[in-house]
């Protein structure tokens, strides 16, 4: 299958310091990939889809400026958790779908990112 | 808006037999996907089933199986003979038909496989 990579899988970062995350499809090109973060024991929350060439979509509640999301290429979206805190500290994982796959084709994960900020 | 039901936080189920995990949703569209993901505690992510809402066959991949009721808006996943390696976490989750349409997930089921 499809494979999307997630970088890095771990991160521990002082508070008020940004952090980036990157999310690369390794064989296969996306023009939308979605960003989600999940808190210990719960669901997968979008926080926003990110769209190649323009600006990302924020869901409700989710602040853009501190959420930033860049989609520079079919292959590679990133987030860059601005002036983090402790209360950032969370699972972030993304996901994409390959274009040239069918309607019913499965969305793929990468591995996550476990964010602390201390 | 779209929203995903699953009611059953967690679940003790004995070795080799069967388990039903609920799922249940709402939507407006006319046309979606449903899918079944499965996590275990590395934190990935690992597709299990998918499910079409015109598809008149309940989706099956080897051991799981969808058992779609559309009228009742239900998408229960069936896992049949479990094994140990099935405890995990397990999402249900809702698309629409476009690829690029955003996923909504449920609040998981926490399985648990008894030796």
């Known amino acids: 299958g499809a494979v999307v990579s997630q970088h890095p899988s771990w991160v521990i970062c002082k508070s008020g310091t940004s952090v980036k995350i990157e999310c690369r499809s390794l064989d296969f090109q996306a023009t939308t990939m979605f960003w989600y973060r999940q808190f210990p024991k719960q669901s997968l929350m979008l926080m926003a889809t990110?769209?190649?060439?323009?600006?990302?979509?924020?869901e409700q509640g989710v602040e853009k400026d501190k959420f930033l999301i860049n989609h520079a290429s079919l292959t590679l979206s990133t987030l860059t958790v601005t002036s983090a805190h402790p209360e950032d500290s969370s699972f972030y994982i993304c996901?994409?779908?390959?274009?040239?796959?069918?309607?019913?084709?499965?969305?793929?994960f990468g591995q996550g990112t476990r964010l602390t900020v201390v | 808006a779209q929203k995903i039901t699953q009611t059953q936080p967690g679940m003790f189920v004995q070795e080799k037999e069967a388990v039903t995990l609920d799922c249940t949703y709402d939507?407006?569209?006319?046309?979606?996907?449903l899918f079944w993901y499965k996590q275990p505690s590395s934190g990935e992510m690992i597709f299990l089933i998918y499910q079409g809402s015109y598809d008149e066959q309940n989706a099956t991949e080897g051991r799981y199986s969808l058992n779609f009721q559309k009228a009742r808006k239900s998408a229960n996943l069936v896992i049949s003979a479990s094994q140990l390696g099935d405890s995990a976490m397990y999402f249900c989750a809702m698309r629409g038909l476009n690829r690029d349409d955003k996923i909504i997930f449920g609040k998981g089921t926490r399985l648990h496989i008894l030796p």
């Open positions: 939507t407006s569209d006319q046309s979606y996907g």
């Open positions: 990110s769209n190649e060439g323009s600006k990302a979509t924020y």
């Open positions: 996901s994409a779908t390959p274009r040239q796959g069918g309607w019913n084709t499965e969305a793929f």
